[in-house]
């Protein structure tokens, strides 16, 4: 039984960390709303890549031809990434920079995997859905962007746990889940927000959970490479970098990763001196068949001048916690029927933060409020 006491510091809670959350959690659900259909929309606008008809099993050239024709469209910059499209093995997209370390100056080149020929120069950076995309991110500020958003998400799990708390003293004298429409406008607000509050509770928690994750992806991965990754280039310290023109071919590379872990396909390569591989590595990253393992990445490290495979670590429990919460956050497991779910609840979401605003707006004292909504708060003299 909540006392006087700790009901104020509850709606204390609620009240400050939902008022400092709220603005960010709906631009946040605003522009989240569009990324859930993010590949239908991008057809719809005509910036997919497709891939031309062409026999089934047709074979693949070389993964060594494809980076030679995408180096030659950028030849003053580097390969920093290459992967296959998620729904079409047969187009390589190519990620140049001007050098190895992470950047946002980028140029991408999209192959078809089965004659070499450039397909398109999508841009990434520009457009409705890339504004959209970093709003929700970071809001174009980077990693401060994403930490801050982690911290919003921290306030919006307390207030989500106040709110719990709060909500069965508050509703005792009604049936669960009751919207009184006869009286005041304001007390319909209050009603359906708490209503709307309780249906969506379990959703909004997970994605704000999985959210609060993500802005962390970084720094985790950062503490991965330090943790993990300086012990296996041991014997590589006080090497350089191996220069492009003494690295094995990518594609004996790639061979020798899939026949270490038969059973998975590729999900992307990380070229050497990148942020996700080390000087002296191809950094091959596989993923398994399944919805699940589809998520979960297995590295190996393959040597760029002999193509031998020299490790392949287990993901730490923090990185395997991101890469399962990434699809998570979208709705990306259970195909349409989930995104659709996922883009309801996120506007019944919208609904409970934007009648929280109006009741703020709107506030009287909490007395005053139990009387015209004839409902008894613990501790308040009606």
């Not at 960390?17 to 990324?35: D, E, K, N, R």
């Not at 140049?96 to 089965?114: I, M, N, Q, W, Y």
Request: proline share 6%.
């Amino acid at each position: 039984m909540l006392t006087a006491r700790s009901i104020k510091t509850w709606s204390w809670l609620h009240k400050w960390s939902s008022l400092v959350c709220t603005i960010f959690m709906l631009l946040l659900c605003l522009t989240g709303l569009p990324l859930i259909f993010h590949h239908e929309i991008g057809h719809l606008l005509g910036t997919e890549v497709e891939a031309p008809e062409m026999a089934k099993g047709t074979p693949h050239v070389s993964l060594d031809k494809i980076l030679d024709v995408a180096k030659a469209k950028h030849p003053d910059r580097v390969v920093q990434f290459a992967s296959q499209d998620e729904d079409d093995a047969n187009i390589w997209f190519v990620t140049l920079t001007p050098t190895p370390e992470p950047t946002d100056d980028f140029k991408s080149v999209a192959l078809d995997a089965r004659t070499g020929a450039v397909l398109a120069q999508p841009r990434f950076d520009e457009g409705f859905m890339w504004v959209m995309f970093k709003l929700h991110v970071d809001l174009f500020a980077g990693l401060p962007g994403k930490l801050f958003l982690g911290l919003m998400g921290l306030l919006l799990l307390i207030a989500i746990v106040s709110g719990v708390v709060l909500y069965a003293p508050f509703m005792r004298k009604l049936d669960f889940g009751e919207v009184r429409k006869q009286r005041s406008r304001r007390v319909k607000w209050l009603d359906l927000h708490n209503l709307l509050g309780v249906v969506t509770l379990t959703w909004f928690f997970v994605v704000g959970a999985t959210g609060m994750i993500n802005t962390w992806a970084d720094l985790l991965i950062k503490y991965w490479q330090y943790d993990q990754l300086t012990a296996l280039l041991a014997p590589y310290k006080g090497q350089p970098t191996v220069p492009v023109t003494q690295r094995a071919s990518v594609q004996q590379s790639m061979d020798a990763a899939m026949a270490h872990a038969p059973g998975n396909k590729l999900s992307f390569i990380a070229f050497p001196g990148t942020s996700f591989s080390s000087p002296h590595h191809h950094t091959f990253f596989l993923k398994g068949e399944t919805p699940l393992t589809a998520r979960l990445l297995q590295p190996v490290l393959v040597d760029a001048k002999t193509a031998k495979v020299t490790a392949a670590p287990a993901l730490p429990w923090y990185l395997t916690a991101l890469l399962v919460s990434q699809p998570l956050h979208f709705g990306d497991y259970g195909g349409m029927p989930m995104q659709i779910l996922w883009a309801l609840l996120d506007i019944a979401t919208i609904v409970v933060l934007g009648s929280g605003l109006y009741l703020w707006f709107k506030r009287k004292q909490p007395q005053t409020l139990a009387r015209e909504a004839d409902v008894a708060l613990p501790g308040v003299t009606q």
